[in-house]
């Protein structure tokens, strides 16, 4: 069964608009941790942000943050005041803290193409 | 500091022939994964090592994909065999500590490998 979903096609935005990407995800274990990865065409996966299912308040990195809600199983990342930089696939990421799994569980990714 | 490297960064190699993949971490981290990120099947993982402890191998496709971790530095994928369905960007990572779910993984720039 797919752990993590990303469905949205890909999305064009403009420059200094920020955008949402989605990401829903399927565990039944509580303690787990999520991600966030940005993967450029230079093909690097470059990790941008981390939200634990424990943690209170949504997390936030410079420009990113992550709309956590639990109860939906979802996490998605807004990047604020977009750049030309941003151009990239992001790709959701979970980590269940079972114990034995030393694996993340990456989505499909989403593809955001920033325009001037 | 210096990211996670890995050698060489693309490899053409003839279908059956034997590839040899090459990962530097982090220095000092601990914990080293390999993944494998195809166009059909996103990103999966392959392999885990944590320090002196056996490898979780339970992402190796087939007995022709093999890892090691020589003193708890470096770490060397081998495809024996190679196939078509091999073709794939073998991406590996590290992480500070191993076997948590708020374990951040760091990712290298990958191997492209091609097999003809």
């Known amino acids: 069964a797919q752990k993590i979903t990303q469905t949205q096609p890909g999305m064009f935005v403009q420059e200094k608009e920020a955008v949402t990407l989605d990401c829903t995800y399927d565990?039944?274990?509580?303690?787990?941790?999520l991600f966030w990865y940005k993967q450029p065409s230079s093909g690097e996966m470059i990790f941008l942000i981390y939200?634990?299912?424990?943690?209170?308040q949504n997390a936030t990195e410079g420009r990113y943050s992550l709309n956590f809600q639990k109860a939906r199983k979802s996490a998605n990342l807004v990047i604020s005041a977009s750049q030309l930089g941003d151009s990239a696939m992001y790709f959701c990421?979970?980590?269940?803290?079972?114990?034995?799994?030393?694996?993340?569980?990456f989505g499909k990714g989403n593809q955001v193409v920033v325009i001037p | 500091g210096a990211g996670v490297s890995q050698s060489p960064s693309n490899k053409v190699t003839e279908k059956g022939k034997d590839v040899e993949l090459r990962c530097d971490p982090i220095?000092?981290?601990?914990?080293l994964y390999w993944y494998r990120q195809s166009l059909g099947q996103g990103l999966e993982f392959l392999i885990y090592?944590?320090?002196?402890?056996?490898?979780?191998k339970s992402g190796l496709p087939s007995d022709r994909f093999s890892a090691e971790r020589t003193g708890g530095s470096v770490s060397t994928l081998t495809i024996q065999r190679t196939q078509q369905e091999d073709s794939a960007v073998y991406l590996c990572?590290?992480?500070?500590?191993?076997?948590?779910?708020?374990?951040?993984?760091?990712f290298g720039p990958g191997t492209r490998l091609t097999v003809l």
């Open positions: 990421a979970m980590r269940e803290a079972v114990a034995g799994n030393n694996r993340l569980a």
């Open positions: 990572a590290s992480s500070p500590r191993g076997g948590r779910a708020t374990d951040t993984q760091y």
């Open positions: 090592f944590q320090g002196n402890s056996a490898p979780d």
């Open positions: 939200q634990g299912s424990y943690d209170q």
């Open positions: 565990t039944s274990d509580p303690s787990y941790g």
């Open positions: 220095s000092g981290h601990t914990a």
